[in-house]
């Protein structure tokens, strides 16, 4: 794999509430991740703001905020996402059926089949284990609510899923070659686990199958995250 092709898998995840701080890091980073990562965070402290600035840069947004509501409101709030010009945005797949499919109607409808962002459902969040599951009723394992999750994503007319790089290859299997599986919960050997539980390295994530990896606090809490993205594209291109 070349160096290219390393850079454009990597999702830098922007995960801060100040404006200056992240544009320093759309500039130092931005030949070295593929897209910078919008979320909850940053969107609610500095709002559309933010996405404008790395697009000044040339860069590709994926916009996190995993919307979660009644299908309309959803519906309608992704239509705003993807008039903001992003690449990728994202719900919560257990939203529901009819959330997800009445998003990709309304898509359809504004864009008439042209190019517009990617919808990724989010299956069972990377810092979950069964307990998780079970605190809040769900009984099923976590690698088969993954699966019955992405199914109904994919069946919804939705364009991926994000879901722990342990999953992948039950995902590739359910859902096919052309679904995309965006995967964080991906830890370089230098760096701490943090919160997350389901994790692999980027190269094992890369090996799996995972077409995009979304990589947060192993870059931006680094003393040099120029350095430790540059260890990342090395560690994925070794292998
Ligand atoms: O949708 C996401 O991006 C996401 C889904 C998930 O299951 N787990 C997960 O960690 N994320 C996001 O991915 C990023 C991971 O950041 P780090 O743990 O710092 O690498 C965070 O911004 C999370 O919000």
């Known amino acids: 794999m070349t160096r290219d092709?390393?850079?454009?898998?990597?999702?830098?995840?922007?995960?801060?509430n100040e404006f200056a701080h992240v544009?320093?890091?759309?500039?130092?980073?931005?030949?070295?991740v593929g897209m910078f990562k919008v979320g909850k965070q940053l969107f609610t402290a500095c709002g559309p703001a933010t996405v404008r600035m790395i697009q000044k840069f040339g860069g590709e947004v994926f916009l996190d905020l995993k919307f979660h509501d009644i299908p309309n409101t959803v519906a309608m709030a992704s239509l705003e996402a993807a008039r903001l010009g992003v690449?990728?945005?994202?719900?919560?797949?257990?939203?529901?059926?009819?959330?997800?499919?009445?998003?990709?109607?309304?898509?359809?409808?504004?864009f008439k089949g042209g190019?517009?962002?990617?919808v990724l459902a989010v299956t069972i969040l990377t810092s979950s284990t069964e307990e998780t599951l079970r605190q809040v009723g769900i009984e099923s394992p976590v690698e088969e609510m993954v699966v019955r999750l992405a199914t109904l994503a994919r069946k919804a007319g939705i364009d991926g899923v994000v879901a722990s790089p342990r999953e992948i290859p039950l995902i590739r299997e359910a859902c096919g070659p052309d679904f995309l599986i965006v995967t964080p919960g991906v830890r370089p050997a230098f760096a701490a686990l943090n919160d997350q539980k389901r994790v692999m390295t980027p190269a094992e994530a890369v090996r799996a199958g995972g077409d995009y990896l979304v990589i947060g606090r192993p870059i931006g809490d680094a003393p040099d995250p120029a350095g430790a993205a540059e260890m990342i594209l090395d560690e994925i291109m070794a292998d």
């Open 5 to 16: 092709q390393a850079r454009e898998k990597v999702i830098f995840a922007l995960d801060s």
């Open 115 to 118: 190019e517009r962002a990617k």
């Open 87 to 110: 690449k990728l945005f994202n719900l919560h797949a257990l939203g529901g059926y009819e959330m997800m499919a009445r998003t990709v109607e309304a898509l359809d409808k504004e």
């Open 23 to 32: 544009q320093y890091w759309a500039e130092t980073l931005s030949d070295r």
